[in-house]
């Protein structure tokens, strides 16, 4: 029997044959509904522009204030850094290390490979250790967490808002856009397109 | 015998967790065996995997006791300190009647984490006294404990703002308290807890298929 073209269920290690590549779909697992292959059209060229909308997004959220806090003269502006600086200034690192693992480093490596994976494909090139790199980023998936930091954005700024004058800063409007994009780009992130290009011995 | 009868284990094929492919498991070789296309360790099912996770679900137990004890914020305004642990954040919004923001927190700091814990043990001892009881269900349940985990992060990252944003001179400060600490444990260890656990081991009590 050969194996191509065979799929293990990955949550019930059921064997079954993947449908024929064709357009957009979703293959899901007869007998436990796991999704076994989400298939994108167009993955690569996808991708890659909803990747470097990221990378330039994730830049400006990065770079400018996203709060300002307001009490009669008083105002404090606040960037993602500064909290993960003033957390680790009052002793909490590991908190700091968190925050700054969850909200920024994991975030970043995935953009950048991303970009290191897709803007080769695009030229039809297969940059240097592609597998071990894409693996990589598969693997750091789980601990992305833009999209609860937004929660947690919006939870501050209700809970302040009675004390003092709160003033939504130019960040805060990259990090919304930033999450939509990083959740796009990973929709539209069809992971069997780069298998399939990686050159091995069976 | 077609290939929609079987599972990979059956068929002497190890199934790669990272890409997917299919390799012939080679009986008599001690050496580990990886994957020729991506290079990710190949494993019949996630090694250890029940152990692994009763120790990661205990450890987050023992963690989300001081983590509800200990305050997660302490705020120093005009030389008073005050602490506030989860719950009592939670009273005091829901006392306040900004009830959203205290459900909010609620549901992210005490329901996600111990649903997470409370499925994980369930599916645990449901695997380890071979339950076929609607495996199917079993496994949403797990996928149930994977996608809602990590949001529990929000306590934390509120006070992180919180942190970075009051500080009006002497007048209020915020400081993080050490319960955030083990909260932040709590949500790290259920994350890695989930992780560990392989849910082709509820199917692995299944009879054959035929």
Redesign the interface.
Known sequence: ?S?EN???C????????LPERQGSYVARC?????VLHRAVENSIDRTLALTLAGVVLFAVANSFPF?S?K?KS?E?Q?TLI???I??YH?G?W??SL??LL??IVVPLIQLLIQLYVFVPLKFNRIPWNM??V??IA??LS??S?ME??L???I??I???VG??QIIPGLALWSFALLIITLAAAAANLD??VV?DH?V??? | MT??T??????G?L?C????????ARSGQHAELLC?????ALHKRKPNSLARTWAFVIAAFICYIPANLLPMTVVTSLGKAQSDTIMSGVIYFFQHG?W??GL??LI?SVVVPLTKLFILIYLLISVQRKSQWR??ER??L??ITEAIG??S?????????????????N?AII??GTG??FF??VV?LT?IAA?TFD??E???NMAP?T
């Open positions: 029997m194996t065979l799929i293990a990955h949550e019930c290690d059921l064997l079954q044959r007869p007998r436990c509904n796991a709060l806090f009490i008083q404090t606040t500064t909290g993960i003033d957390l009052q909490k590991e908190i968190l925050v969850t909200t597998a071990v894409f693996r598969q693997n789980p601990w967490m609860v930091f929660i947690g954005i939870v501050a209700v809970k302040l004390m003092a992971s069997r298998w990686v091995y011995r069976r | 290939a929609a079987m599972t990979s284990a059956d068929a094929l199934g967790h990272s890409c997917g492919l299919l390799t012939r020729p296309r991506c290079g990710a900004q959203p923001i909010v927190i992210a495996p199917a496994t949403r797990y996928r990590r949001w992060m929000t306590d934390i990252y509120v006070v992180t703002i919180m942190v970075a944003l009051v500080h009006v001179g007048l400081e993080a955030a600490i932040g444990a790290v994350i992780m849910p082709r509820i199917w692995d298929i």
